[in-house]
């Protein structure tokens, strides 16, 4: 019964450093989504997916890169991490339908020193 | 600018006491979900209201959503210790993107 699985679940970079937040579902979602959530913000959304090979920025998405080459793998990448990035960061996936529930991993906790 | 306003920030209460949090906008939505999110994990939804006026109840917890479809709230009655966390709500402005409030965290104690 895995859901979303996220990995790493920390992990504290120097600025400038890159490094890939893995995400994957194991409930055929075809929607799938980046978040950052900082204290007091709420949920910022970073990237979206609607299905393999198709992604779009939400609004937050200077710094971060994403892929989609499958409907179960949904990777984050920073490339030059800044100590503005520093958050705790959630995939989450949803299927079809516009009422469908977002289902989300457990976060990964990111800190840029 | 938050496009979804939630109030109170922060509440906390004595196990027993009644609470009521609230999401407003000045948009309309086609749906609004409600999820709590506990330390350490992420969001899980508690929640969907879609009909204008629409009531749901999970056990002790009571949501609303407006007439207009531009407001909810969360009720809960005889809140217990293991209602304590961060409760979001979640609105569908017309696409598939959910627009997050910025949360209330809720506190009871025991």
């Known amino acids: 019964n895995a859901g979303v699985t996220q990995t790493p679940k920390f992990r504290i970079l120097k600025i400038g450093q890159s490094m890939t937040l893995q995400c994957t579902q194991d409930?055929?979602?075809?929607?799938m989504y980046w978040y950052r959530q900082d204290p007091g913000m709420g949920l910022k959304l970073i990237y979206y997916?609607?299905?393999?090979?198709?992604?779009d920025k939400g609004e937050v998405p200077n710094g971060y890169n994403v892929s989609r080459s499958t409907t179960e793998d949904f990777p984050l990448r920073l490339e030059l991490a800044a100590p503005s990035q520093t958050s705790v960061y959630f995939c989450?996936?949803?299927?079809?339908?516009?009422?469908?529930?977002?289902?989300f991993g457990d976060g990964t906790r990111l800190s840029i020193l | 600018t938050q496009l979804l306003e939630q109030s109170p920030q922060f509440l906390s209460i004595q196990e027993g006491e009644n609470l009521t949090v609230y999401c407003n906008s000045s948009?309309?939505?086609?749906?609004l979900q409600w999820y709590r999110q506990e330390p350490g994990e992420g969001p899980v939804l508690l929640v969907t209201?879609?009909?204008?006026?629409e009531v749901k109840k999970l056990k002790r917890l009571t949501f609303q959503f407006g007439d207009a479809r531009k407001d909810s709230s969360l009720h809960i009655t005889a809140a217990q210790p293991g209602d304590t966390g961060l409760y979001l709500c979640a609105a569908d402005p017309l696409d598939y993107k959910l627009s997050f409030g910025a949360g209330t965290t809720v506190t009871v104690r025991a």
């Open positions: 948009s309309v939505f086609s749906s």
């Open positions: 989450a996936s949803a299927g079809t339908g516009i009422d469908q529930p977002q289902h």
């Open positions: 997916s609607v299905g393999a090979g198709i992604t």
């Open positions: 209201v879609v009909t204008g006026g």
């Open positions: 409930m055929n979602h075809n929607y």
